[in-house]
């Protein structure tokens, strides 16, 4: 039976939605938490018509560029992970965000995007964490570029003040002029 206003059948149809794709994120000036967001709901299949909690059709996300990602300098001391591998007190080990940038970007959305996973389906975060690829800059194997479907669009980073020419910082209007009677 083919669906009304397309050449695909329904079954055709269906499959394609339980079809796991691949997509690719750019992580360029972009926060974490909005990178881990969009991977979870994508891990988790939630933007497929078919979602259902007992069933795993999520897909794969590739995310690039881990290492050229965006926070203020407040939030990269702010951002900690607690991890506790005993159950002793006193056992925890604090880890920031910016360690995580130093050593291995890609493991700071690793870690960020297990945080909005949902806290339900605790046996399936492995499976889910298992189809995030994060990469620190855009060397992608071949064997992984060749299977991406989508690309995902990303905000536009913001210019330097370098990358204006003089007539546009010229014709930039003045909020504020300085009068002669001010001293700083």
């Not at 990178?35 to 007992?54: E, G, M, N």
């Not at 990602?69 to 951002?79: Q, R, T, V, Y």
């Not at 002793?88 to 995580?100: I, L």
Request: aromatic share 12%.
């Amino acid at each position: 039976m083919v669906v009304p206003g397309t050449s695909v059948s329904r079954a055709s149809a269906l499959a394609a939605s339980f079809a796991r794709n691949w997509y690719l994120i750019d992580a360029t000036w972009q926060h974490p938490t909005l990178v881990a967001k969009k991977c979870s709901t994508l891990l988790q299949a939630r933007h497929k018509p078919i979602f259902a909690w007992k069933q795993d059709s999520g897909d794969h996300v590739v995310v690039i560029n881990c290492a050229q990602l965006a926070m203020s300098e407040f939030e990269w001391e702010f951002h900690r992970f607690t991890e506790n591998k005993t159950t002793r007190p006193g056992d925890n080990r604090v880890t920031y965000a910016w360690e995580y940038l130093r050593d291995n970007p890609g493991q700071l959305i690793r870690k960020t995007t297990k945080l909005y996973l949902e806290n339900k389906r605790i046996d399936s975060r492995d499976a889910w964490l298992s189809r995030l690829h994060c990469f620190k800059d855009e060397n992608v194997p071949d064997h992984i570029l060749q299977r991406i479907n989508f690309m995902l669009p990303r905000k536009k980073p913001p210019r330097k003040l370098s990358q204006y020419s003089k007539e546009e910082i010229d014709s930039f209007p003045i909020i504020w002029a300085k009068d002669d009677q001010y001293k700083y």
